[in-house]
């Protein structure tokens, strides 16, 4: 179980895998999921856009919503693991 | 709750929120088989949101929910919204005018703010109560579809669970639907980004400073108080229990296309309000200590767009319920009513599709049918008035921001409610009238069932507090009121089944009076408030005071014949 001082409330419970991916033959780098990224996923590296860690990630789904190019392959992590909260 | 499963179920119902425990609990209430499959570890711990949820989901929603007593943090009596014209020069208009007026308030709530995890363990532990088997901790990853209809789920470790209907409640993504090709993934400008924080503060703190309302804020985006109204949403700050939950939320895209750095907007945001706003500064700040920070999509706008909501909300072998149909209010941004519809929907032609041996297509279109149907959803998705606020901003109309605040958030509201829910109301009076008399229980047994969970002695909420057994002349008064209503409604239930008909084109027709005539009525209604404000008080604390202390057995549900 993890827990973040930026985000408190919250912990990441087990190993959730690559369940976010970014297909690089489709992504333009445009950096629109860097934008909408609040947990900081993301990043651009030679016009490309790629996971950087999903160690905070809250499964929102706003990078999978906001590629125009449908390159984020966005599921849910494996059952159980992942963020949890009481306070939503 | 992890039971064993079975590899075939009459009903699989995935996710446990509030549209999937609901719907669990009609299938399993009538004798299906039922399996819930959620994916968080706990019930309730990926759901995000801040939450008042509108009284019309209680009162015409499912009765289990009516007639229990759900975890509530607390009762909401109305809205206060603050209109920032000039923040530094302190120039903020405030519309309170859409508010439960005393002594009704806060006993005859508005709504009621609720923590997700809590609320839907709840309604999970309730359907499990009845029969459904709940697993947690698993991730359906794909639908079986056989000759275009659905029989069954994919788990994740491979095992395939078979049903006669499958109730698809995963939430706003819709990852099934979209990955089955039933429903398309949504547009980002319809798609709202919630940024939430939870502050701990002591009750006697909430009480006094916030009572039972809720605050809105709005303002121009220059300010950078708030979401911006051209495409953003708003703020919200919501009283629970032994705390407050703030919400800023915007879509992650304009119409055009355009996209912002969402984590500085964001900061800038709260920054600004907690650092300009004189009564969060002054009043709040020192008596908070943030203890939760999170942030969810959801799908706001869906309903607005012509194609997106004309979308399917069924295939064969499947139903489609809540968020995960698109089903999320457009002004008060809460998808719990429609969801609590939807499942309850879902759940009786599930039902009646598995009696009829036909869970075909054809079949299940009458759901689809009669969730276009249903008035309080079709309202709900449908109101324009927090998307026309980009007139305002666009325009920098001050009397146009005034206004669509009052047309969404305050007295004016009511105007646009009324038929859809009169409509509602008139349906559930053929069923049985005296769903009136649970109602007025329901509101007792909430703000009692409230008042001691947070309260010094919160062991036993159900337990009356009084050290002597008599019947009180006020408890008295209760039961017998309750009793001569329950005998008079039954008596005159023929007149008010034909009633419910006759009326319905009057209602129709208070579409537009209701509209017309604010001009004259609103203001009497602001006098009303302001009078009973100061004359009430007494009446009010003395209804408070029985509702807290009074047996809990005169507010219990009365056992009926559910439809």
């Known amino acids: 179980m993890r827990t973040s001082d930026s985000f408190p409330g919250v912990r990441w419970v087990g190993e959730s895998g690559a369940f976010i991916q970014v297909d690089t033959e489709k992504c333009t780098g445009c950096g629109r999921c860097l934008m909408v990224c609040l947990a900081g996923c993301f990043e651009v590296i030679e016009k490309k856009a790629r996971v950087r860690s999903l160690e905070w990630c809250m499964e929102c789904s706003a990078c999978w919503y906001i590629c125009p190019e449908n390159a984020v392959d966005f599921s849910w992590p494996r059952g159980g693991t992942g963020f949890h909260t009481r306070f939503g | 709750m992890n039971d064993t499963i079975q590899s075939s179920y009459d009903v699989v119902v995935v996710g446990a929120g509030f549209g999937g425990t609901a719907a669990a609990h009609y299938t399993a209430r009538h004798g299906l088989s039922t399996l819930v499959i959620e994916r968080a570890e706990n019930i309730g711990e990926k759901i995000i949101s801040g939450l008042t949820i509108p009284i019309y989901g209680f009162l015409f929603g499912p009765g289990f929910i009516r007639d229990g007593a759900p975890p509530v943090e607390r009762p909401v009596d109305g809205i206060i919204n603050y209109i920032v014209i000039d923040i530094d020069r302190g120039d903020i208009a405030i519309d309170d005018t859409l508010r439960v007026p005393k002594p009704l308030a806060p006993i005859f709530a508005f709504g009621y703010n609720a923590y997700c995890a809590d609320f839907c363990q709840w309604q999970a532990d309730e359907a499990a109560r009845v029969g459904a088997t709940i697993i947690s901790g698993m991730v359906v990853s794909d639908l079986i579809i056989e000759d275009g209809v659905v029989r069954g789920v994919v788990l994740e470790d491979g095992r395939t669970i078979t049903a006669k209907i499958v109730i698809n409640a995963e939430g706003s993504q819709g990852l099934l639907s979209v990955k089955a090709g039933i429903r398309k993934k949504y547009p980002p400008r319809v798609i709202s980004l919630a940024d939430t924080y939870d502050y701990a503060m002591d009750k006697q703190d909430v009480d006094r400073i916030f009572g039972h309302s809720i605050r809105f804020l709005w303002g121009w985006d220059e300010q950078d108080l708030a979401p911006p109204l051209g495409y953003g949403n708003g703020l919200m700050v919501w009283p629970y229990g032994k705390s407050l939950h703030f919400m800023q939320d915007q879509c992650l895209a304009k119409d055009d296309g355009t996209v912002q750095n969402l984590k500085k907007r964001f900061e800038t945001y709260h920054e600004n309000v907690t650092g300009k706003l004189l009564w969060w500064k002054d009043d709040v700040e020192d008596k908070t200590e943030l203890r939760a920070h999170t942030w969810q999509c959801f799908e706001i706008f869906v309903g607005l767009d012509d194609e997106l909501r004309e979308m399917p909300l069924f295939t064969g072998g499947m139903l489609i319920i809540g968020d995960a149909a698109g089903l999320e209010s457009t002004e008060l941004c809460d998808g719990v009513p429609s969801a609590w519809f939807s499942a309850d929907i879902a759940g009786r032609v599930a039902t009646e599709a598995i009696e009829a041996g036909d869970v075909s297509g054809e079949f299940l279109s009458r759901y689809d049918r009669e969730i276009r149907n249903h008035p309080i959803i079709a309202w709900s998705i449908t109101a324009p008035h927090r998307y026309?606020?980009?007139?305002?901003?666009?325009?920098?109309?001050?009397?146009?921001?005034?206004?669509?605040?009052?047309?969404?958030?305050?007295?004016?509201?009511?105007?646009?409610?009324?038929?859809?829910?009169?409509?509602?109301?008139?349906?559930?009076?053929?069923?049985?009238?005296?769903?009136?008399?649970?109602?007025?229980?329901?509101?007792?047994?909430?703000?009692?069932?409230?008042?001691?969970?947070?309260?010094?002695?919160?062991?036993?909420?159900?337990?009356?507090?009084?050290?002597?057994?008599?019947?009180?002349?006020?408890?008295?008064?209760?039961?017998?009121?309750?009793?001569?209503?329950?005998?008079?409604?039954?008596?005159?239930?023929?007149?008010?089944?034909?009633?419910?008909?006759?009326?319905?084109?009057?209602?129709?027709?208070?579409?537009?009076?209701?509209?017309?005539?604010?001009?004259?009525?609103?203001?009497?209604?602001?006098?009303?408030?302001?009078?009973?404000?100061?004359?009430?008080?007494?009446?009010?604390?003395?209804?408070?005071?029985?509702?807290?202390?009074?047996?809990?057995?005169?507010?219990?549900?009365?056992?009926?014949?559910?439809?």
Do not use: C
């Open chain 2, 388 to 563: 026309l606020l980009r007139h305002a901003q666009e325009s920098h109309d001050e009397k146009l921001l005034k206004k669509y605040v009052h047309n969404g958030w305050g007295f004016e509201a009511l105007a646009h409610t009324v038929v859809p829910l009169t409509l509602v109301f008139l349906r559930v009076l053929r069923q049985d009238p005296r769903i009136m008399t649970s109602w007025v229980r329901m509101y007792f047994r909430y703000y009692r069932h409230w008042h001691h969970t947070f309260s010094a002695d919160s062991s036993n909420p159900g337990k009356s507090l009084r050290d002597h057994e008599d019947q009180t002349i006020g408890e008295y008064i209760f039961s017998f009121l309750m009793w001569w209503t329950d005998l008079l409604l039954f008596v005159f239930w023929p007149f008010l089944w034909l009633m419910s008909y006759l009326l319905v084109p009057l209602v129709h027709l208070t579409k537009w009076t209701a509209g017309f005539f604010v001009w004259l009525y609103e203001p009497l209604w602001v006098r009303l408030l302001k009078w009973l404000d100061a004359k009430a008080v007494g009446l009010t604390d003395a209804l408070t005071r029985f509702a807290a202390n009074a047996n809990p057995d005169i507010f219990s549900a009365k056992k009926r014949r559910e439809p």
